[in-house]
């Protein structure tokens, strides 16, 4: 049998892009499944930027995942987008589909499947603290998915109205945004709450949402998307209060398993890449 000595090539593209784990994440998959594939985490200035996707078009890579600075920038150099990708106006994920480079988002595609791993959101209700690109993009795949109600908590009001905007411009939910002004108390009739700010987001790893926590309420999910440490103090808080909780962790977890589908077709096994970051999030001695 001949042997074939050419591997199948995805990547990152990031500034800086050192502290990314995506890497050791979808490495791990790839090794675990038996994949002849690669992942190849590269500094990409804004000003290279089209170069590197030229490149990665003339080596013939599978795909690459964006990130900060690049995930609005990297539209214009690809060939279409996926509906939520343009929706939101951002991309984290290409995939190569026959010749065409094609944007998608999964960040909110990866919170939408731990999620669902609960609960079906269609119908239900959502307050979400946050207006950045995690809250666009998970409130765009929540919408799409039928949630009935979103509501933004935000401190800087022309933001969350702008992503208020966004949401009932171009999907069906009912959005509204609530101000950030004093301890926020969540309404009683709330489904899921999500924490799509970066409080509590190591090293500070004692700062607290500034909610009043007697009002997260049994029956309630509350999420973070926070990966690192995976269990916050809003979720510590959560569970203490009987809430199903939900750690950041699954979400890039399960980011990494549909961009994984995107550019090889196989599902992975989603435990192998936990465990991958488990280790490299572990507290120094343990």
């Not at 939408?112 to 609960?119: K, N």
């Not at 399960?254 to 550019?263: E, H, L, M, P, S």
Request: charge should be negative.
């Amino acid at each position: 049998m001949p042997h074939n000595f050419l591997s199948e090539l995805t990547g990152s593209f990031a500034m800086p892009a050192a502290e990314n784990p995506t890497v050791a994440m979808v490495e791990a998959a790839y090794r675990h499944h038996g994949l002849d594939w690669r992942y190849l985490n590269c500094e990409v200035s804004p000003e290279n930027l089209g170069a590197a996707v030229a490149g990665a078009r003339a080596m013939n890579w599978a795909g690459f995942n964006c990130s900060i600075p690049h995930k609005v920038a990297v539209i214009q150099h690809l060939d279409g987008l996926g509906t939520s990708a343009e929706i939101m106006g951002a991309v984290n994920c290409v995939v190569r589909r026959g010749k065409a480079y094609i944007g998608e988002n999964t960040d909110g595609k990866g919170f939408l499947l731990s999620l669902r791993e609960r609960v079906d959101p269609a119908g239900k209700t959502l307050v979400m603290f946050g207006a950045g690109g995690a809250a666009r993009a998970i409130g765009v795949e929540l919408a799409l998915a039928g949630v009935k109600r979103i509501t933004i908590v935000n401190r800087d009001s022309g933001r969350g109205q702008g992503l208020v905007d966004l949401l009932r411009a171009k999907t069906a939910v009912q959005a509204d945004l609530a101000a950030w002004t004093s301890r926020y108390a969540v309404p009683e009739d709330t489904d899921i709450v999500v924490n799509a700010t970066s409080i509590g987001l190591y090293p500070d790893v004692e700062a607290r949402l500034d909610i009043d926590t007697s009002t997260l309420r049994p029956g309630m999910i509350v999420a973070d998307v926070i990966p690192n440490p995976p269990q916050t103090r809003l979720l510590a808080d959560a569970g203490e209060r009987g809430c199903q909780t939900l750690d950041g962790l699954g979400m890039l977890v399960n980011q990494g398993v549909i961009g994984i589908k995107y550019w090889t077709g196989i599902d992975v096994d989603p435990a192998v890449m936990r465990r991958k970051l488990q280790e490299l999030f572990a507290p120094p001695g343990n």
